[in-house]
């Protein structure tokens, strides 16, 4: 057979997709892998541009077309299924959208794959090269060995080209914060991948930076931390020279050997859920590891930068407790920390999450229009009623904050003191890269913002002190 792996993008966040490093979409690289050499293989990226998709996928191209999509994507994803369906290709879509809302899915595509598709993979495969596709395919969370999780590194789009490289080593998450799905799609436990096939693979791929995708690499225990030392180690002695970055919890900036033998592997940063500086809400976010060391945060980053790594702080906004302030003093505190590369994001209830579920129950969210409003789900728009403002007020000071890192010249600033910090060249790098890539966001996203509230932010305190956040000198950690 001839199959297409799609990734769907929704069209209203497209700047997020091309503002910096284009990533890999490991799902579908996983799954190619999993084909098999008698089935030829293609992956349409759609963070490439979404123009030419449907003209690429033809009957006289593909026999099937498999896609994974996030809630923004799946928008266009069943619209793309359409097009399939006109032109008789059987279409199967998996992915966390498919798996909160199975039944809606199913009425656009010909097949839907729910949970984790490493296991049936193969067998959907099968049935549809014999004609027999099912409905609906359900996966389990099996451990991952003999080659589960490995993705076939290396394979690009056929309208675009990846400039980094993607690997998991583990899924699963034990924190279950109340609007994330990772904890009930991928699961409580932490299961752990050989380390020998991690290694084996990370020396596979050519691509000089890595993303390794795990949803908490250093984890939240004594085991976990120890689990993820031996990993590193196994990189430093065994794998291929290059620099990455992860993603982990807060705890880790504890860690002195951890942080340090990151860094001597070639990380370069961790992206750390600190949420935000008011207890409440992370109570309110089920955040209780962080509710813990809320009053460290500055000590723990302090601990990631003396073992030369960058913190990539992501914040989130619009929780109860947030009034219009928000924003502008979670960005001016998050740099008197010490965070190197900033991102905020407008909170967004997922479908099959915890605070999707209360929400609707209390009738709290107003873009229900579904399927069109799915690709609301963006993080950049505000798509419920805040407790002490309203949508069209959060989105407003959200669009201050890009206004203000527009511009202000604040990325050298930054990359500076990030050297001074952790006397690291290469983080250094990393980050002047990553923050000129969120500041070329900030630029469209401001623009795109202007034309939508069709105002420019007047001079306030608020504004001030998010022009303050962008231009501090360029001297220690304040």
Known sequence: MRIALVNPIA?????????????????LQVLARLVGDEHQV???????????????????????????????????????????????????????????????????FDSVAIGECDEIWPQIIKDAAAGELKPRYDGSLPPLTGGIGR???GLDPINGKYNMGCIQTSRGCPIGCDFCSVTLFNGREIRRRPIDEIIEEWNSSDQPFMFVVDDNFFGTSKAHAEWAKELLRAIIKRGK????????????GNDPEGVKLAQKAGCCGMLVG??????????????????????KYRTLIDGFHKGGLAVFGCFIMGADEDTEDVVADTMLKSVQIGVDILQITNLTPLPGTKLYDRWMEEGKIHATNYPEDWE?????????????????????????????????????????KTLLRTRSLATAIFVHQTNAGFKKLAISQAARAKEQLGFTPDDNERTRKLHKACSFNCGKAE
């Not at 020279?241 to 880790?252: A, E, G, I, L, P």
């Open 11 to 27: 069209r209203r966040c497209q700047g997020y997709h091309s503002a910096g490093k284009f990533i890999p979409p490991l799902g």
């Open 42 to 108: 293609d992956i349409i990226d759609e963070a490439f541009g979404t123009e030419e998709t449907a003209d690429m996928l033809t009957p006289d191209r593909y026999d099937l077309v498999g896609m994974t999509a996030y809630t923004s994507g799946a928008t266009r994803a069943y619209e793309l299924a359409g097009v399939c369906r006109e032109r008789n290709i059987p279409c199967i879509m998996g992915g966390p959208h498919v798996w909160a809302v199975p039944d809606e899915a199913a009425q656009y």
């Open 151 to 153: 993705a076939q590194q």
């Open 241 to 252: 020279k290059r620099h990455w970055f992860s993603q982990t919890s807060v705890n880790m």
């Open 274 to 295: 600190l949420e935000t500086f008011n207890e409440a809400n992370l109570k309110t976010y089920s955040k209780g590891l962080n509710t813990k060391v809320l009053d």
């Open 376 to 416: 609301r789900y963006t993080f950049v728009e505000t798509v419920y009623n805040p407790a002490k403002m309203t949508s069209d007020r959060l989105d407003e000071v959200i669009y201050e904050m890009y206004h203000a890192a527009a511009t202000e010249p604040w990325v050298w600033k930054r990359t500076i």
